[in-house]
């Protein structure tokens, strides 16, 4: 099993819908995760952090839950310019703790 | 400020062939890593560097070596690349190691190796 897993999609969505992606992560001692999001192969870019009880900016929301061991992102309203995929990033216990990406969920948003 | 900047932005190779693929930072950041992506696969990590002159292995260190040349560069050399090396290499770096550090990437390098 992977240390941190993603469901890959693609998610399909309409604008305007609200989707949610779930990240599971192995190592329970983690306490701090992060969402990156990568647009076409390019560079991926913070899009927000995840401590104890989640993190909530604008239409975004990160939640964690301890003891299922996952992370969430919910997005409300979903745009156009969502379309990307999102990276979901933990502690990896077989790597000293050092930060483990998930293989990313895909969402297309479409008119 | 220009971030981190990789260089080259595409490289093919034949197999058996070497290259090596620069990285800089301008920020002043104290840590600095190469990843790979492949499809399927998220990034995995190769080799990262906490400070000037350290390094250490990550995930996927075989047939990659690394050299911190000074605060700011970072390089990744491949001694013999292979086929299964074909991947987009990415440089971020940190202010720090610790879990809390926001990663700064650089744009990529696209290496196919036939």
């Known amino acids: 099993r992977k240390e941190v897993e993603q469901d890959p999609g693609p998610f399909n969505v309409p604008e305007g819908a609200t989707v949610a992606f779930n990240c599971t992560y192995s190592n329970s001692a983690s306490q701090s995760f992060f969402w990156y999001r990568q647009d076409c192969r390019k560079e991926p870019k913070l899009l927000m952090s995840?401590?104890?009880s989640g993190n909530e900016d604008g239409r975004f929301t990160a939640q964690l839950n301890r003891a299922s061991q996952y992370i969430s992102l919910l997005i409300r309203d979903s745009k156009l310019s969502d379309s990307a995929t999102y990276l979901c990033?933990?502690?990896?216990?077989?790597?000293?703790?050092?930060?483990?990406f998930g293989q990313g969920t895909e969402l297309s948003v479409k008119p | 400020n220009a971030g981190v900047t990789q260089t080259p932005k595409f490289q093919v190779l034949k197999t058996g062939q070497s290259m090596t693929l620069q990285c800089a930072q301008d920020?002043?950041?104290?840590?600095m890593y190469w990843y790979r992506q492949d499809p399927g696969m998220g990034l995995r990590l190769i080799y990262y560097?906490?400070?000037?002159?350290?390094?250490d292995k990550g995930e996927v260190p075989n047939g990659y070596n690394v050299s911190r040349l000074n605060k700011r560069e970072f390089s990744l050399r491949l001694e013999s690349a292979a086929p299964s090396q074909t991947s987009v290499y990415f440089c971020?770096?940190?202010?720090?190691?610790?879990?809390?550090?926001?990663?700064?990437f650089g744009s990529g390098t696209q290496l196919s190796v036939l």
């Open positions: 995840v401590y104890s």
């Open positions: 560097s906490a400070s000037e002159g350290t390094t």
């Open positions: 990033v933990g502690p990896g216990y077989n790597q000293g703790g050092k930060l483990i």
């Open positions: 920020m002043n950041h104290n840590s």
């Open positions: 971020a770096s940190s202010v720090t190691t610790g879990l809390n550090e926001k990663l700064f």
